[in-house]
């Protein structure tokens, strides 16, 4: 599985963290007149960037966020790879109490993989990727100094997939732990970062193998419409290396209520630009609509 989706597994998003803490609507009480009420905000997404917010899913509520991505790939070693793959995404969230949230990610794929140096036709590969579950925690509240920091633990397991990947992985688990922190700088530009590692946690693959930083900053353009501009980078080990791939991308997000959010974006590989060791470029974008509703009250 190229970097791409890596991104994708858990994946992203901080895009309107400046909506996310606009002023908050209040109502009138009807117990005590004019006694103003604190409605819940907007909804805040992990998607589209790749950088995951560090804001917990309300107590009770499912939330959905799902979405359609395309990249394009390409590893120039000796032995490369051409890889076009067609992605949807689904991220499940469920809010347990203030301050923790269950999750899990299903990721269908459709992938066509061509390896110039034979003459091999190009391999097909069409399933479900191995499902993701996991939690996020909030460690400490954001204050005048301080960012919100919320720890995320995903666990990923092949016997959990489907079609081509299931052999791809075969009785294999894999691990990902990041540290997200978010800080409003104004009433409408917003910053956050992640700091991740990943690895295996069979005999097949290493505890620590990999890893990420992402930076993102979000600006408020009023009207429910949110920008985003982020770079995040992937590392992993090979042998005693370690090699870095960075990306750029951007975009925007359109609340339509406050429970309903449509987001549009692209982003481009830089490795070609900035000298990166495995030598890969590529592109990829994408769109995607997020909502979420108060489970609890149906149960």
């Known amino acids: 599985m190229n970097k791409i989706s890596i991104m994708i597994l858990i994946t992203s998003s901080f895009w309107g963290m400046a909506q996310e803490r606009q002023d908050l609507d209040q109502i009138v009480d009807p117990a005590g007149p004019h006694t103003p009420v604190i409605l819940m905000p907007s909804i805040a997404t992990d998607r589209p960037d790749f950088t995951e917010s ?112 299931a052999n791809v992985y075969p009785e294999q688990i894999f691990h990902e732990q990041r540290l997200m922190l978010e800080k409003e700088l104004t009433s409408k530009l917003g910053i956050a970062s992640n700091l991740g590692i990943a690895g295996g946690m069979s005999e097949f693959n290493n505890f620590l193998d990999g890893g990420m930083f992402s930076l993102s900053l979000g600006y408020d353009l009023g009207n429910n419409l949110g920008v985003y501009a982020e770079y995040f980078a992937n590392w992993e080990v090979q042998g005693i290396q370690l090699f870095g791939t960075p990306y750029f991308d951007g975009g925007f997000t359109k609340l339509l209520s406050k429970d309903l959010q449509l987001d549009v974006y692209a982003g481009v590989n830089l490795g070609s630009y900035l000298g990166s060791k495995l030598n890969t470029s590529g592109f990829f974008f994408g769109t995607g609509v997020s909502y979420r509703l108060p489970l609890a009250a149906y149960l």
Not at 55 to 68: A, K, L, N, R, S
Not at 72 to 77: K, M, T
Not at 90 to 99: D, P, Y
Request: hydrophobic share 35%; glycine share 8%.
């Open 54 to 165: 560090a804001q917990i899913t309300p107590i009770g509520w499912f939330q959905c966020e799902g979405g359609y991505q395309y990249s394009h790939a390409v590893e120039s070693l000796p032995g490369g790879s051409i890889t076009d793959r067609h992605q949807f995404e689904e991220v499940l969230r469920f809010g347990i109490n203030k301050r923790f949230e269950v999750r899990a990610v299903i990721n269908a794929n459709t992938e066509r993989i061509d390896i110039p140096s034979t003459w091999l036709d190009p391999m097909r590969r069409t399933g479900v990727s191995p499902v993701t579950f996991g939690f996020k925690y909030n460690l400490f509240e954001e204050s005048d100094r301080l960012p919100q920091i919320t720890w995320l633990s995903h666990i990923s397991t092949s016997w959990i997939s489907s079609g081509d990947y």
